[in-house]
Each structure stands twice: as structure tokens, then as C-alpha cells.
């Protein structure tokens, strides 16, 4: 059974750094085609993908937050790392870790974690 | 960048066919795939590659897509099928995964 969560804090002040960790079971971040993207999702608006690995360490950013972000994978520990910048309360959103297997379609989700930055 | 534009709401009664499009610049040329949202609820994966479902998911849904516009059908709705969806593709130009702003489907 495929499983992915995310873990990290759930309030942090502006300028801070975000952290979130995805913990994932079920599969290998060392598969071939086996990718996890990050995605979020502010309070009643739409999904907005922030970024992506895959299995043989090729990475992808949303170009108009590359300058904040970091992804990273730790395959021993079936995790894959994502780091924000700056934090701003535009920032406030549910973020999720996904799933992808060949292709750039998310078939597994986290349940997501709640971020809220303050001012 | 590229941007995929999905109407805000489509409502339907029970039973009946709803269909939800997602436009793009020759989306034809891509592979579009489509998420189900309840609330308070992680996406779910309703059909990729345009027009495949995954493992268990209900022939009620299907996808097409050809031109500037790719569409989610879902036919004999019931009302677990009130949800938002979203429409999604793989950018080659700019090396971006872009969402749709999402549809909220309603039963009437």
C-alpha cells in the first residue's frame, strides 16, 4: 500500500524558513520513474505545484518561487525534504507531497499539512 | 507560461451528464490529467493521460481532449460526486507541472 505524509510546523513567523519532510511506504524514491512533487493549496483557492524529484536525482521548480525553494531526497529514510525561504503570510496554505510514476500525473497524496505564517 | 483556464462551476441534477472543460493553448498536444477535491480531503486522481482511469475508479468518469480544450465527463452523477476538480499538465516549454483553477461541481 502506497503512503505518503507530510510533517513539519504548523505556524512560523514571516522571514523564518519552512521545513516539511514527506514520509513515504509502499514504494522506493530509488525506483525508476519514481518521482514526489510538492504542491499547496491556500485557504479556498487552487493547487499550485511547487516542486519535484525524481528517482535518479532530476529536479524541477515552480520558476517564480525557485529562488526560496530547495527539494531534497533521503532515499534510506524514504523521505524527500522541502525547504521555503522567507516565509511571508502569503504562504499560508495546505501543503501536500504527491506521488508520480513515469509521468508528471500525481496517482498517490499525502493528507496534507496546514502551514500558517504570521506576521 | 502556460495556463490552463476551467470554469469556476458547472452544476448538474442526479443522473444526468455533467461536462467539465479545461482550456489551453493547444492542449491537444499535451496529456491532460484530472483530480477530484472534497472538502477538507487530499486531491484524488480521477483519470491522467487524458482519457485513463486508474485501478478502481468508476467508468462513470472519462476524458477527452483535442484542439484548445480537453473535457471531464461524468456520467449518471451522484451526489458523492459534489467536489472540486481540477485539470492538470506537464509544460515542456517551461519545465512546469500547471494546475487548472478549478471547477466546483454541483448536484443539484
Known amino acids: 500500500q502506497v503512503t505518503l505524509k507530510e510533517s513539519g510546523p504548523e505556524l512560523v513567523k514571516a522571514t523564518e524558513t519552512l521545513t516539511l519532510t514527506c514520509s513515504v511506504s509502499?514504494?522506493?524514491?530509488?525506483?525508476?520513474?519514481?518521482?514526489v512533487s510538492w504542491i499547496r493549496q491556500p485557504p479556498g483557492k487552487a493547487l499550485e505545484w511547487l516542486a519535484h524529484?525524481?528517482?535518479?536525482?532530476?529536479?524541477f521548480f515552480n520558476a517564480s518561487l525557485r529562488s526560496r525553494l530547495t527539494i531534497s531526497k533521503d532515499t534510506p529514510k524514504s523521505q524527500v525534504v522541502l525547504t521555503l525561504t522567507n516565509m511571508d503570510p502569503m504562504d499560508t496554505a495546505t501543503y501536500y507531497c504527491?506521488?508520480?510514476?513515469?509521468?508528471?500525473?500525481?496517482?498517490?497524496w499525502g493528507q496534507g499539512t496546514l502551514v500558517t505564517v504570521s506576521s | 507560461s502556460y495556463v490552463l483556464t476551467q470554469p469556476p462551476s458547472v452544476s448538474v441534477a442526479p443522473g444526468q451528464t455533467a461536462r467539465i472543460a479545461c482550456g489551453g493553448d493547444?492542449?491537444?498536444?499535451?496529456?491532460v490529467h484530472w483530480y477530484q477535491q472534497k472538502p477538507g480531503q487530499a486531491p484524488v486522481l480521477v483519470v491522467y493521460?487524458?482519457?485513463d482511469r486508474p485501478s478502481g475508479m468508476p467508468n462513470r468518469f472519462s476524458g477527452s481532449n483535442s484542439g484548445n480544450t480537453a473535457t471531464l465527463t461524468i456520467s449518471g452523477v451522484e451526489p458523492g460526486d459534489e467536489a472540486d476538480y481540477y485539470c492538470?499538465?506537464?509544460?515542456?516549454?517551461?519545465?512546469?507541472?500547471?494546475f487548472g483553477g478549478g471547477t466546483m461541481l454541483t448536484v443539484l
Open positions: 493521460d487524458d482519457s
Open positions: 524529484t525524481w528517482w535518479n536525482d532530476e529536479i
Open positions: 493547444n492542449i491537444g498536444s499535451k496529456s
Open positions: 504527491a506521488r508520480s510514476v513515469y509521468g508528471f500525473w500525481f496517482d498517490s
Open positions: 509502499g514504494f522506493s524514491l530509488s525506483k525508476a520513474r519514481m518521482g
Open positions: 492538470q499538465v506537464w509544460d515542456r516549454t517551461s519545465d512546469h507541472v500547471v
